[in-house]
């Protein structure tokens, strides 16, 4: 039992030390390499959560050796730095304007003069952490939630632009009226299907514009399709008014009574 304890200890120690010494490595690796171009988010936080519970277990036989909360104290760092991490990964931050705002201007390592971030070419996050990149983070997740709710919101005006202007747009049916020749009125199913259907547009593209991420260009995009779109749906009122009222009155006036008036 006491050669099973001090066989335990040792691999324990063994654990805690190799641990420290790979977990310093894979840290300086990740501060140092092109962040979009090296830098796996997905691979950072699978090592976090290995390293962390390499920490807890061997907490229990190591206890008072200040290896032990040096190792977490490390891991936790980058805990921290994970959020982050993940933020400037998102794909759909195309625009880092407001990054470089938020940030200020950083200090390139290879000039060591201070630039915007987005101007140094395969910048590392050691930059950033230099820079404490900590002391920004929540601006920093916000931005990226906000580059995630722009796209769906371009997404969905995409798909309803491409509904009226891509192969699945809907054509109206003409019939010719009564035995006129070369006289066409609009009417039948396809009259009601373009009417819901700029309903239902209209009724997205609405949401879409009361939506806090409609900023930019997407409310640009968004109000020139609802202006379209209320063009279009009044432009068909007024067709369906005007000949409404011709129909009804070239019944009258085509009647043998009114001619006979002639």
């Known amino acids: 039992e006491l050669r099973d304890e001090v066989?335990?200890?040792i691999n324990d120690k063994v654990r805690l030390w190799t641990g420290l010494r790979d977990w310093k490595a894979m840290a300086t690796e990740w501060a140092d390499v092109p962040f979009q171009a090296k830098l796996e988010h997905t691979t950072v936080?699978?090592?976090i959560a290995k390293f962390a519970t390499v920490a807890k277990q061997v907490s229990r036989t190591q206890s008072k050796n200040?290896?032990?909360p040096k190792l977490r104290s490390m891991v936790d760092e980058w805990r921290n730095y994970y959020p982050?991490?993940?933020a400037l990964k998102n794909p759909k931050l195309r625009d880092w304007s407001e990054i470089d705002e938020v940030l200020g201007r950083v200090v390139?390592?290879?000039?060591?003069?201070e630039r915007n971030l987005s101007e140094i070419h395969d910048w590392n996050f050691g930059i950033l952490i230099n820079h404490d990149i900590v002391n920004f983070r929540e601006d920093i997740i916000r931005i990226s939630l906000t580059a995630t709710e722009v796209d769906k919101l371009d997404v969905m005006l995409q798909k309803i632009t491409y509904e009226w202007q891509g192969a699945t747009a809907v054509e109206f049916t003409v019939n010719q009226h009564k035995d006129h020749k070369d006289t066409y009125v609009l009417s039948g199913q396809s009259v009601e299907d373009v009417q819901a259907k700029l309903d239902d547009s209209l009724v997205v593209v609405s949401t879409i514009a009361a939506s806090k991420y409609c900023i930019g260009s997407t409310k640009n995009l968004s109000d020139k399709l609802e202006a379209d779109l209320r063009f279009m749906q009044d432009t068909l009122d007024k067709w369906l008014e005007f000949q409404r009222n011709w129909m009804y009155l070239e019944n009258i006036f085509a009647s043998t009574e009114i001619r006979n008036l002639w």
């Open 66 to 68: 200040p290896v032990v």
């Open 84 to 86: 982050i991490i993940q």
């Open 7 to 9: 066989n335990r200890d």
């Open 108 to 113: 390139d390592p290879s000039t060591q003069l």
């Open 45 to 47: 936080n699978e090592q």
